[in-house]
């Protein structure tokens, strides 16, 4: 047996025993010295691959004098397991031992800072770069930009760009995505446009772009038209994304249309697939479909359970998600913190206090989650519903953590259904005093004034929001007709079929007229 024999078995090992046996082999061998990093390399890899950087670590450690190429692996091994921090040491290492690091090595340490933010150490590498003269190598200058991007050095990013000698499309990509991270959209589409040649991963991540900056009308826009130019197909990623967008505004129709595509390519054994489908079919109201795809599905994760129950959660079936929560915990799947976070919002759109209280207790006893404020957020919520109102201002006064808005805000809401309107008061001067710039708060402060008759305090409240130049934001609905996705907004008056729109309108005001003569 030699070292092809060995790579050769490496290349299809899929377990951590089969790897142990080949490791011991190579050892009894002797092919795991100075003249054997290659395959030392590899075991190391194969270890991080399947999950046991200890042992990787150990390889390592037992090759005399490391050459770069082991040293990078050793980068990339702590990258992996998301220790950017160590992998930069590393990095540190291998430069003060004396060894000229290379393209790759250097990629691997631009990473570490970028995943970290470090702009600092991503400015000391980025001098290596000119100093070694590694610059002229793509994938050095789509690392640079990835870096500064995440340290939000957009402008840094662009002059990377600007210098690079040669732009690939992973090249145009990077920066595309460093304007996504800093929240500039249109930049974004702007470097989009101007790509010379796009790929699915450009499509996706402009797609992407617009889902996750709440523009999920030109995420699915320009879904459309990357399956009109035909050019590249959609990856799982594109699909979870415009699955996304399609659940935020309710587009059933065209929600229906990528499942479509989705059988035909057979990306429905795609578990995160699947549950992307369940969430779209939920928001979009029809319950029926997200269970059928819950109870067709092979595998289930933890992902799979909670967006199950949170979607029964939306519906107000709150019994139901509770025993899915229990068929959850017979499966041995462990519950996340997003998982409760679901049982306790269906509790509440339930009225299933008792439940929700018990449950909640029992959160770091049984599950050993710590709440977070979101779900003291669901518990003021529960109590609220229900009518408890001192509660859940008790549980406020008395969490560990400081009541954001969100938490006022459903306290606020709880008082104006039960009439407490001085609770509702003294609710709403906490979101101000939080979000000074939140037009509606200022809208349900005046609303109560107004019905409790204390004029003064209602024109106090309409001075404070001109002084502050709060303006109240329009509202916004979507109406999907032909799997084309319409925005409507209450102050519109640019929208193409809004002459129609109105026509229709007046016909129905005339019909009504006639109707009540």
């Not at 390889?59 to 490391?66: R, S």
């Not at 870096?147 to 499309?169: H, L």
């Not at 041995?332 to 759109?349: F, K, M, Q, R, Y």
């Not at 909640?360 to 229900?386: E, S, T």
Request: charged share 20%; glycine share 6%.
């Amino acid at each position: 047996m030699n070292t092809q024999t060995l790579y050769f078995l490496l290349q299809k090992c899929g377990s951590l025993e089969k790897l142990k046996r080949i490791h011991g082999k190579a050892v009894t061998l002797g092919l795991l010295c100075s003249k054997g990093q290659h395959l030392a390399c590899k075991l190391l890899d194969t270890y991080t691959k399947l999950g046991s950087p200890v042992d990787a670590q150990k390889v390592f450690n037992h090759i005399q004098n490391p050459d770069i190429v082991s040293w990078t692996c050793l980068i990339s091994l702590y990258l992996h397991t998301s220790q950017p921090n160590k992998a930069f040491s590393i990095f540190s290492h291998l430069f003060h031992s004396g060894l000229r690091p290379d393209s790759f090595c250097v990629v691997g340490a631009l990473s570490a800072c970028g995943h970290t933010k470090d702009l600092s150490n991503g400015k000391i590498v980025h001098g290596m770069v000119f100093r070694f003269e590694l610059g002229s190598d793509p994938i050095v200058g789509n690392a640079l930009i990835d870096m500064y991007s995440r340290s939000g050095a957009i402008q840094a990013s662009c002059s990377v760009f600007k210098t690079m000698e040669t732009k690939d499309v992973s090249s145009w990509t990077s920066l595309l995505n460093g304007y996504i991270k800093c929240n500039y959209i249109e930049s974004a589409r702007h470097v989009f446009d101007e790509m010379p040649i796009r790929n699915s991963v450009s499509w996706t991540a402009m797609i992407t772009g617009y889902v996750q900056g709440d523009v999920p009308i030109a995420g699915l826009e320009l879904f459309q038209e990357m399956r009109a130019e035909g050019k590249d197909w959609p990856t799982v990623i594109t699909i979870v994304s415009v699955l996304s967008a399609c659940a935020d505004v309710g587009a059933f129709d065209l929600g229906s249309s990528v499942h479509g595509y989705v059988n035909k390519t057979n990306l429905d054994l795609d578990v995160t697939v699947n549950n992307a489908l369940m969430d779209m079919y939920a928001k979009s109201g029809s319950l029926v479909l997200a269970q059928k795809i819950f109870h067709e599905m092979l595998k289930r994760d933890v992902f799979s359970w909670t967006t199950m129950i949170s979607g029964l959660a939306l519906h107000g079936r709150g019994r139901h998600a509770l025993e899915v929560f229990s068929d959850m915990s017979k499966s041995g799947v462990t519950p996340n913190e997003v998982t409760i976070l679901s049982v306790l919002s269906a509790c509440s759109h339930a009225g299933l206090v008792v439940e929700g209280q018990s449950l909640f207790q029992k959160m770091v006893q049984c599950h050993g989650i710590k709440p977070k404020i979101q779900h003291y957020g669901c518990m003021v919520d529960l109590l609220g519903r229900a009518g408890l109102l001192r509660e859940a201002k008790g549980l406020i006064q008395h969490m560990p953590i400081k009541a954001d808005s969100v938490i006022w805000r459903s306290l606020l809401s709880a008082c104006l259904v039960h009439r407490n309107l001085a609770m509702a008061e003294m609710a709403g001067k906490m979101i101000i005093e939080l979000e000074p710039d939140d037009d509606g708060v200022y809208i349900l402060l005046w609303n109560i004034y107004c019905s409790a008759n204390r004029w003064e305090d209602a024109l106090k409240t309409r001075k404070a929001m001109r002084d502050r130049r709060v303006k109240k934001k329009p509202g916004c609905s979507w109406v999907e007709l032909n799997s084309v996705v319409h925005e409507f907004l209450a102050v519109d008056s640019v929208h193409y079929i809004r002459a129609d729109v109105h026509c229709v309108l007046e016909a129905i005001t005339e019909q009504m007229k006639d109707l009540y003569k």
